[in-house]
């Protein structure tokens, strides 16, 4: 099997990089830039996967045929909820009134905050602007150095915890 098309842990062998510096710098590059392209793709896969955790949990949880009636006596059925809703309201409003748990973000604004945190995220991972892109003025908001910096496990707990403030499935 070529060098080039071996997974990135196996790009350098001991004693491959030898000739110029120039060729060994490039060698070494290349190997960085697989590791990193890995664990970025990594950091994504998580988010997406987190976020859908949530989502489906806010689904299973509603009891079959649900109806919600909103403040201004609007009545949602759960086919409208699972599909036009958004993810806030659903794990707070709707989630309480139909479990009769307290609403996640009135009883734990902690876990509410990783929950939003979570949510933008996913939303700028699935909608990036060019602006989340590149940033010369502030390179450390763009959606790469958020990931780069982000805790892959805090959604992990995010979600165990979520789910067990409605005595999740």
């Not at 000739?19 to 590791?35: M, N, S, W």
Request: aromatic share 8%; hydrophobic share 40%.
């Amino acid at each position: 099997m070529c060098q080039d098309h071996r997974p990135y842990y196996l790009t350098l062998p001991r004693g491959t990089c030898y000739g110029p510096t120039t060729e060994r710098f490039a060698c070494l590059l290349k190997f960085v830039l697989k590791v990193l392209s890995s664990l970025m793709q990594t950091h994504f896969l998580m988010v997406i996967l987190a976020y859908s955790a949530l989502d489906s949990l806010a689904n299973e949880m509603l009891p079959s045929g649900y109806v919600y009636t909103e403040e201004g006596s609007q009545k949602l059925n759960q086919e409208h909820i699972e599909g036009h809703i958004g993810l806030e309201l659903r794990l707070s409003k709707i989630l309480s009134a139909a479990t009769g748990i307290p609403n996640l973000r009135q009883a734990d604004p902690l876990l509410w905050g990783k929950v939003l945190n979570l949510k933008n995220l996913r939303d700028d991972v699935g909608h990036a602007k060019s602006k989340q892109a590149v940033s010369v003025a502030d390179p450390d908001s763009t959606i790469f150095a958020r990931l780069y910096n982000d805790e892959l496990l805090t959604h992990i707990d995010t979600v165990k915890k979520t789910q067990a403030h409605y005595g999740g499935i």
